[in-house]
């Protein structure tokens, strides 16, 4: 045998040693290689990021909390800007927030703030607000379709609002 036959060689049995001891290890571990293919997914989050732009910069006024109409007079609104931060009305007070997009329909609401007045008028005011925020600060998806808007926590819709002007 020549050099050059036994360096194949010499190659050929590295190969098939290295072959099976990683097929005793991957039995040992009882673990499987599982392939997915990204590429749908990749494409679901695209579509997101673009259907973010139409979700942005528009005004969505809450039509309700929790299956419930809000309380008569009240007006709870926001507003999502390009980057992280949203703008609203939690019926007596006004708030904004950080927030942060994840994956295809991931949405985590922080760093809540909002003025301090009081509204004694309607009765329930108060009370409606405080459970509007604490809804805010536990979402964690949202749904959008071109005049609708929903907030969700755990997969149950929490919150759900129309466009201000559906002809935006």
Known sequence: MNTKHLIHLFLAAAILFTTAACENEK????????????????????????????????????????????????????????????????????????????????????????TKMHCAQPQGTMQQESRFLHILANTDAYHAEPNTLTLSTNAITMLTFTRADPTE
């Open 27 to 114: 039995r040992e571990d009882d673990k499987e290689l599982i392939r997915v293919d990204a590429a749908p997914h990749a494409n679901l989050v695209n579509q997101a990021k673009q259907d973010w732009t139409w979700i942005s910069g528009t005004t969505w006024i809450i039509t309700s909390i929790e299956g419930q109409a809000p309380l008569q007079n009240t007006t709870l609104w926001l507003r999502f800007e390009d980057h992280t931060w949203m703008s609203g009305s939690a019926g007596c007070n006004h708030l904004s927030a950080s927030y942060d997009r994840r994956g295809i329909d991931g949405l985590k609401i922080t760093q809540i703030a909002a």
